[in-house]
């Protein structure tokens, strides 16, 4: 089962107090975009077999957003950050690299 | 190919069943073919079969990176139905149906389709209008469905609960030919047909890559070396979005484990599929007695084949009420498949980017019973490069807002 641990109240949250919410850190487009911009974000979406970034909500505790880093290969979780989080802290990247050498990093 | 008939088994009876041929030969990969199917699960199998029967294109290889049927052809429920409310897509899952009733004659090879009744429940007032509404939307588009009261829902399962306290059973669509089928043994049909046109199946052969030279597909790089092709098909399922990376497009799909579990057998019950939308859970009863129950699917990327226990615990919890018979059965397996979902949960069927590839994918939690359909139409799309099936499953309708929006209209347990 997965646990998460909300960076907001500190709570290691399982699965059953968590409502997922689709990939992190998608940039919005809306009036006055182009067709591909408003296609990336309303659909295309990354869906890697390795490391994803993910929001997520602590629905049954503290109620709110967060994000999450885990792989969908191994369903390993890396960290949790605060979604006010313009892209993944530093050093949640540097402790994914020295666990998965081969990956990209963050795109 | 020998056929198989009543005349072969009781020739093989009397010499010890040692002159039963292999179903299907396994060749070593040619350098070049015509056409490429990649995945040889029941989709891509149905694909080559039809492009040989339909078109004569005989010069195919289906290569796969396991074994033929090993992903989630082997892995579902069995289902077989084409009560869809949007057209396109009662088209193409009526096209499958009717193709299934006639699969085991076309094939030499016993699919044991069943076509033994279907009801989807009507649990809340809101799923009534909604269930009424398909059932005039498929007097219209030739599907034959039908609304039956609750105690013609228990006339056909008298195991059900029609009163119960949160859930009690409103009434019912129903189709009567909607039913099961053996789910590997149409892999298997189909490769054997395959096989018998000279069609090569090639397990155990990953796709590493695909080449192409300007915009034109060329052939693909495998762990058993080069192929080239004229026409690449990538009918693979759950990696859909890995395969289309290395053609260079991307996918409006996301992966997500989908569970399904069996009982220990007990003697005949329920000879009908019951799917409890609201609940979230559907059952039928294998031939061998075991209940077989579907659930949902996780709300999470997931590659892993491996689901989350409270799915399946949510499921039962919500079965049991309805059908309190199977409260004290043992749940003897459990497993899970990578289902690709796409935004408005219906598959897409279509040209790529990548000038003579094509992909067929993104069927989601209901692709077993389109596999017939599914193979008629990409096979045509593939050899004549349009097809009225699939005409409205083109991965384009996404940037033109022309969903087929099954998601809304069929609630769940798609």
New interface residues.
């Given amino acids: 089962m997965l646990t998460l641990t909300c960076p907001y109240c500190g709570v290691k949250a399982e699965e059953t107090e968590l409502a997922p919410g689709g990939e992190a850190h998608l940039k919005r487009f809306g009036p006055g975009s182009t067709d591909d911009e408003y296609e990336s974000y309303m659909f295309a979406r990354k869906n890697p077999k390795g490391v994803h970034f993910e929001r997520w909500r602590h629905a049954y505790g503290c109620g709110k957003w967060f994000l999450a880093a885990r792989c969908t290969a191994t369903l390993e979780v890396f960290g949790t950050y605060p979604a006010q989080s313009k892209e993944p802290p530093a050093e949640l990247i540097a402790a994914i690299k020295a666990k998965r050498p081969g990956w990209e990093g963050y795109k | 190919m020998k056929r198989y008939s009543v005349f072969a088994i009781a020739r093989e009876a009397l010499r010890y069943h040692e002159g039963w041929e292999r179903a299907w030969r396994a060749p070593q990969p040619k350098s070049a073919y015509d056409v490429v199917i990649v995945g040889a699960g029941g989709h891509g199998l149905a694909t080559a079969y039809y492009l040989g029967k339909n078109f004569g294109i005989t010069n195919v290889a289906v290569i796969e990176k396991g074994w033929l049927g090993g992903g989630n052809t082997g892995r579902n429920t069995t289902i077989i139905r084409s009560n869809y409310l949007q057209d396109p897509s009662a088209a193409i899952y009526e096209k499958a149906r009717s193709l299934y009733e006639t699969l085991s004659q076309d094939l030499n090879y016993n699919v044991m389709f069943s076509p033994r009744g279907l009801l989807m429940l009507a649990q809340t007032h809101h799923e009534v209008r909604g269930y009424l509404r398909t059932v005039h939307a498929n007097t219209l588009q030739g599907v034959a469905t039908e609304w039956i009261e609750p105690a013609k829902v228990k006339e056909l399962v008298p195991i059900i609960n029609i009163d119960g306290p949160r859930y009690p059973v409103l009434g019912a669509l129903y189709q009567a030919r909607g039913g099961t089928a053996r789910h590997d043994a149409v892999a298997w049909g189909y490769a054997r047909a395959c096989s018998d046109m000279g069609m090569d199946i090639i397990q155990q052969c990953e796709v590493t890559g695909v080449r192409s030279e300007g915009g034109q597909v060329t052939g693909v790089e495998t762990t058993r070396g080069a192929i080239a092709c004229k026409k690449l098909g990538i009918v693979v399922a759950g ?1 859909s ?2 395969v289309a990376e290395m053609a260079g497009f ?6 997500v484990a989908l569970q399904a579990l069996v009982s220990e057998p007990i003697k005949p019950c329920m000879d009908v599929v019951v799917m409890a939308n609201t609940v979230h859970g559907y059952m039928s009863q294998s031939d061998k007695g075991e209940m077989v129950i579907g659930g949902g699917t ?7 084949q ?1 689901g ?3 799915h399946i615990e949510e499921t039962l919890r919500a079965l049991i009420e309805t059908f309190p018979i199977i409260s004290r059965l043992k749940m003897l397996r459990q497993w899970g498949g990578i289902v690709d979902m ?2 408005d949960r219906s598959p897409i069927i279509s040209k790529t980017p990548l000038g003579n590839c094509f992909i067929n994918c993104g069927w989601g939690t209901g692709g077993f019973k389109a596999i017939p359909g599914s193979g008629w139409a990409m096979a045509e799309l593939m050899a004549k490069g349009h097809s009225p099936l699939a005409a409205d499953f083109g991965m384009e309708r ?2 033109e807002g022309r969903f087929i929006d099954e998601s809304v209209a069929a609630g769940v347990a798609h």
Wanted: hydrophobic share 30%; no cysteine; proline share 4%.
């Fill in positions: 990696h979005g890995q991307r996918l409006p799909v996301e992966a996780d709300g999470f990327n997931n590659f892993t491996r989350s226990f409270q796409t935004g996404f940037r």
